[in-house]
């Protein structure tokens, strides 16, 4: 078990949350939140919401900012307004486990040299989609893809030197890990975040997949994420089946901590 920090100014780790109509995700996201002791600061950041999101998030507890829509700018909004030296950017679709702090600060405590890290993806659901991309996301992971659906964390004076989150429609994730990597280490830890396989409920895998790599390799050749972001809709159904799993047995090694 991680040996807890001593209480001090400002709190150890701030979630951030972007938020857009997440009135049917946001409740379990929140809760599962609520449920890890070493979070003292919850940061829901609304890009305009009209379901009611920004009064649900108000109730849970959150500190609620209101900021232009993109998940980038907002994002950016919600670490600036952020008093935690660990920021942890969760999707509004995303269930952490209870242990998820202790892991972040075991995990960074155990690497003076790592800047920040992601934890394992599970996407919801019994379909073949959801194994499927639930595999694709671990070997992205080994291969060195780190994206924000992992529950990114980092070190807050790392991601202030990295420059933050761009202000842009998409990829913001790529992006930011692509600055921070030139710093020093992130992290894969093998503990697992689910998060809701709703973006290909309707789709399908293959035309999903298909379209998520055309997009970036398009980004990696010079793109603009705003155009790009024409071609990824977003999804705000609630997703089915969002139902924290149990805990698989942990591996260890040195790649994947935690």
């Known amino acids: 078990m991680c040996k807890r920090l001593p209480d001090f100014e400002p709190p150890p780790i701030s979630a951030v949350i972007p938020a857009l109509n997440?009135?049917?995700?946001?409740?379990?996201?929140?809760?599962?939140?609520?449920?890890?002791?070493?979070?003292?600061?919850?940061?829901?950041?609304?890009?305009?919401?009209?379901?009611?999101?920004?009064?649900?998030?108000?109730?849970?507890?959150?500190?609620?900012?209101?900021?232009?829509?993109?998940?980038?700018?907002?994002?950016?909004?919600?670490?600036?307004?952020?008093?935690?030296?660990?920021?942890?950017?969760?999707?509004?679709?995303?269930?952490?486990?209870?242990?998820?702090?202790?892991?972040?600060?075991?995990?960074?405590?155990?690497?003076?040299?790592?800047?920040?890290?992601?934890?394992?993806?599970?996407?919801?659901?019994?379909?073949?989609?959801?194994?499927?991309?639930?595999?694709?996301?671990?070997?992205?992971?080994?291969?060195?893809g780190l994206y924000g659906d992992a529950a990114l964390f980092v070190r807050r004076k790392e991601y202030d030197a990295a420059g933050g989150f761009g202000r842009m429609a998409l990829f913001e994730d790529v992006d930011l890990v692509r600055r921070l990597r030139r710093r020093g280490r992130l992290l894969c830890l093998s503990r697992e975040v689910v998060t809701s396989s709703r973006r290909f409920a309707g789709e399908g895998t293959v035309r999903t997949l298909a379209r998520w790599a055309v997009l970036h390799l398009l980004f990696r050749l010079g793109a603009s994420p705003a155009g790009l972001s024409r071609y990824y809709a977003p999804v705000r159904d609630g997703g089915p089946g969002r139902v924290l799993l149990p805990e698989r047995k942990l591996q260890a090694n040195s790649r994947r901590p935690g």
């Open 22 to 144: 997440e009135a049917r995700a946001l409740p379990a996201t929140l809760a599962a939140l609520d449920a890890v002791p070493e979070v003292e600061e919850v940061i829901v950041v609304d890009g305009g919401s009209t379901d009611g999101t920004v009064a649900l998030a108000a109730r849970s507890g959150a500190h609620v900012v209101v900021a232009r829509r993109g998940r980038g700018t907002q994002l950016r909004e919600g670490a600036e307004r952020a008093r935690g030296g660990i920021l942890w950017f969760v999707h509004a679709d995303t269930l952490v486990p209870p242990d998820a702090g202790e892991r972040i600060l075991a995990s960074l405590e155990g690497d003076p040299s790592a800047v920040g890290g992601v934890f394992a993806v599970r996407f919801d659901g019994p379909s073949l989609s959801s194994r499927w991309f639930t595999r694709a996301a671990r070997i992205l992971q080994w291969t060195g």
